[in-house]
């Protein structure tokens, strides 16, 4: 199975997602084994969601809160985010990491939830530059997938995305993907036994079409998580059709 996801990030107004989702059901077709997905702000998700209802195209939730209900102010539970239309949901974005102090004591919760409640748990890992530089990549990584000892029954996604290759216009080498992916495979296999094989791992980082071909080629590499050029309808088709 490959996946391609756009992560839209904080873009995007009810006009664009309608002209995007206008332009992307104009032309896209499903292809068996490819799973389209779009991870809309949260406002945009009921939208998005009535726009692709009775295609095949996905929608996820940019992340989620691990609590069922209460007094939260201003986060959005799994089971709102399913009931928006979500069937997945990215958790631990570098972004999150960094702006909303995500952590692996944060992150194990919100996977344990997704998965309760049906949500395909997208979790999220990369080093940053200063982390690749001191020859700490691996190490990090190895923090970051640790929680996946307790990852519970259930589909669960792992997305690789180094920091410092995340709309910056620097992807990571083809060389550099394959090491990683190889070693986050033998991690999941080590932490969940024989279903960490099956857990698709995707790659993203200044993922575009031009790129895109050569980066599905690398051994693990499931798909693409895709910021920047999955704005555009055009280069999404490009990019599932690429999947294909
Ligand atoms: C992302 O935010 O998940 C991402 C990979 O962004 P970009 O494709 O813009 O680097």
Redesign the pocket.
């Known amino acids: 199975m490959r996946m391609v ?1 756009a ?1 839209w ?1 904080m873009n995007h107004l009810r006009r664009d997602a309608e002209a995007f989702c206008a332009s992307l059901l104009g032309a896209y077709k499903p292809v068996d084994g490819v799973v389209a997905a779009i991870a809309p702000p949260f406002p945009l998700i009921p939208v998005v969601s009535r726009l692709v209802a009775g295609s095949a195209v996905r929608v996820y939730a940019q992340n989620a809160h691990a609590e069922a209900k209460g007094a939260y102010t201003g986060e959005v539970s799994m089971a709102m985010a399913m009931d928006a239309g979500c069937t997945g949901v ?1 958790l631990g ?3 999150r990491r960094q702006y909303n102090g995500e952590t692996e004591a944060t992150l194990l919760p919100k996977v344990k939830a997704a998965a309760a409640q049906g949500l395909l748990p997208m979790l ?1 890992v990369g080093e940053t530059l200063a982390q690749r530089d001191a020859g700490a990549t691996l190490d990090v990584l190895r923090g970051q997938l640790s929680i996946l000892a307790q990852a519970p029954e259930g589909p669960i996604a792992v ?1 690789y ?1 180094p920091v410092w ?5 620097r ?1 990571a080498t083809v060389e550099q993907i394959a090491e990683v992916h190889a070693f986050i495979r033998k991690e999941l296999l080590a932490l969940m036994g024989p279903r960490g094989g099956d857990v698709p791992i995707l790659y ?5 079409p031009d790129n895109f071909q050569d980066i599905l080629k690398v051994p693990h590499v499931a798909g ?7 704005l555009d309808p055009a280069k999404f088709l490009k990019l599932l059709d690429i999947a294909a």
């Open positions: 996801v992560n990030k990215l974005h570098s972004e999220c997305a995305e290759a995340i709309g910056t216009g992807v993203g980082g200044s993922v575009t693409g998580l895709v910021g920047g050029a999955s």
